[in-house]
């Protein structure tokens, strides 16, 4: 039986605790921010060409590195000559950040569907296994869920998604991940939904089977109550909340 009492019990920090104390998100700081206030952290995950797996959100450097490089396309030597702007940091590896929290809190993972997604995932899944703690994968992609199904399926596994308003994928598969028609396959333990789309017929009719539903992000106090009140539990971000 997997016990996921701590995902709706616990309060926890989107990236790290970012967005404040000037801190930047997925780095070391931001990490044991979250650590000395008891927040469970959830991280990103991408893998390098080399296979490992760092702890980073974007599939490129651009954004927090200033350099326009896919991580896909770099090994974990070339990756370590870049520092995170604002701060003295490389990117880490999921492992170093394993060592780092080592069971302080629980962790929320996800893994982004970029790269060698079947290696991604059993990278993740074989580092885990040295990690008997409270722990949670999640992805938007449902194939990477049902891997962990038929590869893992002690891990607890979660399915995001919202309602891309934004994306430039297809209408059918939007529409497909939208209402999460691949649940049926996958069998998430848990539904991770974009808070701005929510409530919404698809969530809810998950929620009446008992399905497990947090919410991403809440980025103020009234939002998180709201969430908390209404569904599970919710990912927040940019502010200290009030317990």
């Not at 469970?40 to 060409?49: A, V």
């Not at 409270?134 to 194939?143: F, H, L, T």
């Not at 596994?157 to 649940?183: C, H, V």
């Not at 069998?187 to 939904?193: A, K, L, M, S």
């Amino acid at each position: 039986m997997k016990n996921m009492t701590w995902l709706k019990e616990t309060y926890i920090t989107h990236r790290g605790l970012h967005g404040v104390y000037q801190l930047v998100e997925n780095t070391k700081a931001s990490f044991l921010a979250a650590i000395s206030r008891g927040y469970g952290i959830e991280l990103d995950t991408n893998i390098l060409k080399d296979g490992t797996v760092v702890v980073f959100h974007d599939k490129n450097l651009k954004r927090l590195c200033g350099v326009d490089l896919a991580l896909k396309d770099l090994t974990i030597d070339e990756i370590k000559s870049y520092k995170i702007m604002g701060t003295d940091e490389q990117i880490t590896t999921l492992e170093e950040i394993l060592k780092l929290v080592n069971g302080k809190v629980p962790l929320l993972i996800e893994i982004k569907p970029f790269g060698n997604k079947k290696r991604h995932a059993k990278t993740v899944s074989e580092l885990l296994k040295n990690y008997p703690y409270e722990v949670a994968i999640q992805s938007y992609d449902p194939s990477i869920v049902r891997w962990f199904k038929k590869n893992d399926p002690q891990q607890i596994r979660g399915q995001i998604s919202e309602y891309f308003r934004d994306s430039t994928m297809n209408k059918p598969t939007i529409w497909a991940l939208k209402k999460m028609i691949f649940n049926r396959f996958t069998q998430p333990d848990f539904i991770n939904y974009r808070l701005e789309d929510l409530p919404n017929p698809y969530v809810q009719k998950a929620k009446n089977r008992g399905v497990l539903i947090l919410a991403y992000a809440a980025r103020n106090q009234k939002a998180l109550d709201y969430a908390r009140k209404a569904f599970d539990n919710a990912v927040f971000e940019n502010f200290i909340p009030k317990k």
